[in-house]
């Protein structure tokens, strides 16, 4: 009598149960520092788009003599003309998103600055859009 090989094809269900727990615990120890990482890009983006509506600003100011004022609607200045300045204005100085931080919330404008004395404050309040915080969650403000 002969007997014929059978040659296995597959995985047991024990090889496939070690192979998931492993990629498990590559993922618990792998996934934290990716999302650390994360946090702290929105925040470096935030602090670029600052920038670039510090820079509108100025922009703002050279063609209409002054800064925007809190009244008139702060940092909606650089997008449709304040009364008093439509024959100098020369913008849209800015897009709509441009005024969102990576989080969502508008920038908050402050004309005379805290932070910023004889200028103006821009502010991005983190991750949860409340002041103060740590982390994640740490006020973002133009110096």
Sequence with gaps: MTRTKRTRKG???????????????????????MFRG???????IARAK????????????????????????????????????ADRWMGPYLKQSQLL?????MYIYISEGQYNPGSFDLISLGADGQEGGEGDNADIVNL
């Design 11 to 33: 995985f047991t269900l024990v090889e496939l149960l070690v192979v998931v727990l492993i990629i498990s615990m590559l993922a618990a120890v792998l996934a934290p520092r």
């Design 38 to 44: 994360l946090g702290q890009a929105k925040a470096d």
């Design 50 to 85: 600052m920038t670039i509506i510090e820079d509108s600003l100025s922009r703002f100011q050279y063609d209409c003599g002054r800064l925007p004022s809190e009244s008139e609607g702060g940092l909606e200045a650089l997008l449709v003309a304040p009364p008093d300045l």
């Design 101 to 105: 931080d990576p989080w969502g919330n």
